[in-house]
């Protein structure tokens, strides 16, 4: 069985837009979705998360590269693959007018899926006690969970969500992401996109961060972030003359309140070498604690200047 669900080599999208300029959409992309847990696919608007997916399903045509889903290559063998893979790109078409039950009925006719089965997956996104109520009347939250319970009608192995939290109030992104995360630990891989990256940190096992089609990161969220520059609060009596010596000694130095903020050189940096050298100029330390380093400060270190905006990949 292949350890990779999801593979892109060298992967390209170029668009050429109804003015006649050349888009670069994505850009030597190479993806490597590991099986099991959540993957986040991670970056700002504009930065080809859509268009990635989109070649990955066949949606669209990639302009050069190669692409593997279960380690057979797309989308020459996507019809050997597709029943392993439920994905949200596209706001799903339901009937208004019907129940969120009877639509997921007519789908699992079409797709030969039992009752129970229709069943089973109301019950995984949590629509139970809402399944009679007309589609038309759902909340977005809802709309979303039943466009999932879509998917989950053939119990995929692999699951594609493009920003399904995008819309949502506070309570419905919860909602989606506790469900993302009961999938991911019964075993489905899910590769969720964003590009709000607090929204989704909480349940990623690994992320893979792009900006202007191109990967920036990629990786276990821990291991990204125990390579991400880590600093440490230090409270000091005289912190405008401590913030002198240990910037002379090279530190990056900031003030933040009555204390300073110092980075490290690495995180596994001992702090001490701070202590030792304010100490060596008669100043003393009464507060040194090590702040954590955030991914959502490392995915906009990384990101920024990525965003929508000017973009140098447009030809005229
Ligand atoms: N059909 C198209 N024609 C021309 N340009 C396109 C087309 N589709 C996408 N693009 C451009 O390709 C780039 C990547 O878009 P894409 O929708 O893949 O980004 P995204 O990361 O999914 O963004 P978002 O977070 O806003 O959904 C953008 O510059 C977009 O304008």
């Known amino acids: 069985m292949a350890s990779t669900v999801i593979e892109t080599r060298g992967l ?29 696919f991670l970056g700002p608007n504009g930065s080809g998360k859509t268009t990635t997916i989109r070649m990955l399903l066949g949606l669209s045509r990639a302009t050069r590269g190669q692409m593997a889903l279960f380690g057979e290559t797309v989308p020459d063998r996507l019809p050997q693959v597709l029943q392993r893979v439920g994905a949200v790109v596209e706001n799903p078409k339901f009937t208004p007018t019907f129940t969120g039950r009877r639509n997921l009925q007519l789908l699992a006719r079409t797709a030969g899926v039992s009752s129970r089965q229709v069943d089973a997956a109301i019950e995984r996104v949590g629509l139970r006690g809402r399944e009679h109520e007309r589609f038309g009347g759902y909340s977005l939250g809802m709309k979303q969970r039943l466009a999932i319970a879509a998917t989950l009608l053939r119990d995929p192995e692999l699951l594609i969500l493009d920003e399904p939290t995008n819309g949502l109030d506070p309570a419905g992104i919860r909602d989606i992401r506790d469900m993302i995360r009961d999938l991911g630990n019964d075993g489905v891989t899910v590769l969720i996109s964003s590009h709000i990256l607090a929204e989704v940190q909480q349940v990623c096992d690994s992320v893979s961060i792009i900006g202007r089609g191109r990967l920036l990161a990629s990786g276990r969220v821990a291991d990204l972030l125990a390579g991400s520059a880590a600093s440490v609060r230090v409270g000091v009596t005289d912190p405008a003359r401590a913030a002198e010596v240990l910037a002379a000694a090279g530190f990056g130095v900031r003030r933040e ?11 596994t940096d001992d702090p001490a070498r701070i202590t030792r050298l304010l100490a060596g100029h008669e100043m003393w330390v009464h507060e040194l604690s090590r702040q954590t380093a955030d991914l959502e400060s490392f995915f906009l270190d990384l990101t920024h200047g990525t965003g929508p905006g000017a973009d140098p990949r447009e030809d005229a």
């Open 257 to 267: 309140g009555e204390g300073l903020l110092v980075e490290l050189a690495t995180p």
């Open 12 to 40: 390209r999208k170029e668009f050429r837009t109804r003015r006649g300029r050349h888009v670069v959409a994505v850009d030597a992309l190479d993806l490597a979705v590991p099986r099991g847990g959540v993957h986040g």
